[in-house]
């Protein structure tokens, strides 16, 4: 195998496998398992609709956060960061969809989007830090 190439991150060096050492990161995979979970209940019918949907964006989330973190450029990771938000916001689409097709009950929901909220919020702020210097 090559070398890893430190790359900056967060401000601090990182090597490029230490993405799961990331609050962002963790907190994003956290959010998809709890999806994953919730979703297991889901008609079958939608089997290749919704659910495959929701999860495939869920999913996202700490792909892009893994991502970014194999990049050495600045704006690259933060385009990855910035992809993760997106997926992060599709996230919250689609749960509120789910909800309101009573395919989650509301503790679920409430669950699933204080979730979101917080990786969405720490994806914010990460993107801030690594936007400004």
């Known amino acids: 195998m090559g070398t ?6 967060q401000g601090y060096k990182i090597k490029m496998t230490d993405f799961r ?3 962002e990161w963790e907190k ?3 959010l998809t398992v709890a999806v994953y979970e919730a979703t297991q209940s889901f008609p079958e019918e939608e089997l290749l609709g919704l659910t495959q ?3 495939l964006a869920c999913s996202a989330i700490p792909v892009k956060i893994a991502q970014g973190c194999n990049r050495e450029d600045r704006e690259d990771q933060v385009n990855f960061l910035e992809m ?6 599709e996230v919250e689409y ?6 309101e097709l009573d395919m989650l009950d509301s503790a679920d929901y ?11 919020e720490l994806l914010e702020l990460f993107i801030d830090k690594l936007s400004h210097r």
Do not use: G, N
């Open 4 to 9: 890893t190439h430190p790359t900056i991150f």
């Open 21 to 23: 050492e990331l609050r």
């Open 28 to 30: 994003a995979h956290e």
């Open 53 to 55: 949907q929701i999860r």
């Open 84 to 89: 993760a938000m997106d997926a992060a916001i």
């Open 94 to 99: 689609y749960l509120l969809l789910c909800y």
């Open 110 to 120: 409430d669950r699933l989007v204080s979730k979101t909220v917080e990786a969405k």
